[in-house]
């Protein structure tokens, strides 16, 4: 079974650009997580879908982060402009929506902004 | 709301050294409780869970039970190996939409 798809691996950009990370989840997979992992932290929640609607978006600096989910399948986030505090690796999940289930990771996009 | 609190790392111990990681947590209603583990240049992948109070979840020799009366869930191991050094989230399922929930997260270095 193929896991979760991330790309780009690493990415490099000037703080105010703009920066998009891909995901395609595990075939089935109702539930997709987008986190936001900061070196020597645990990872922070940004946004929680549902197919393909939006159930918890509650830590997402909604002024310059975005994200959709096409057709409930893959889905992207989007930062803009870029703040060097932005600098993270952004992992995505999913997981069945049964509950107790456990996550899969993807391998993370590594973030810089300089 | 809901989160999980870790002891703070770096742990260093020596091959066969027994390893406890410490995980409290603070909930409404009643969390699955999980810890996930990250080795060195891998993604996050799941080590064991718990679902109900009591229960203990086990896997790879590792060990955690989930303790109501102390909202904690302790990651134990008796003997551990140089392939053990890790990092260690313990991690919580919240709400009706599972929203999960980690902690900061513990680094285990294991020393021949």
């Known amino acids: 079974e193929a896991g979760v798809a991330q790309s780009p691996r690493y990415k490099i950009i000037e703080k105010r650009q703009s920066v998009a990370f891909w995901c395609n989840p595990i075939s089935g997979h109702a539930t997709l997580y987008w986190y936001q992992q900061i070196l020597g932290q645990g990872p922070k929640l940004l946004i929680q879908f549902q197919n393909n609607g939006v159930v918890d978006d509650s830590q997402l600096p909604k002024d310059r982060f975005s994200a959709e989910r096409l057709k409930g399948v893959d889905s992207t986030l989007k930062i803009q402009p870029a703040k060097l505090e932005d600098s993270a690796v952004y992992l995505c999940?999913?997981?069945?929506?049964?509950?107790?289930?456990?996550?899969?990771f993807g391998q993370g996009t590594r973030l810089t902004v300089v | 709301g809901d989160s999980v609190t870790q002891m703070e790392g770096p742990v260093t111990l020596s091959e066969e050294a027994f390893l406890t990681i410490n995980c409290t947590y603070t909930a409404t209603g009643y969390p699955s409780l999980f810890w996930y583990v990250q080795y060195p240049g891998e993604g996050l992948q799941l080590l064991l869970k718990a679902t109900k109070a009591d229960d203990k979840g086990s896997n790879k020799g590792f060990e955690a039970t989930y303790r109501k009366e102390t909202t904690s869930f302790h990651l134990e191991k008796g003997s551990v190996q140089v392939s053990d050094s890790a990092v260690y989230f313990c991690a919580l399922h919240s709400g009706g939409y599972n929203k999960l929930i980690f902690g900061a997260g513990t680094r285990l270095a294991v020393h021949p």
């Open positions: 999940a999913s997981s069945l929506v049964t509950r107790n289930t456990e996550a899969f």
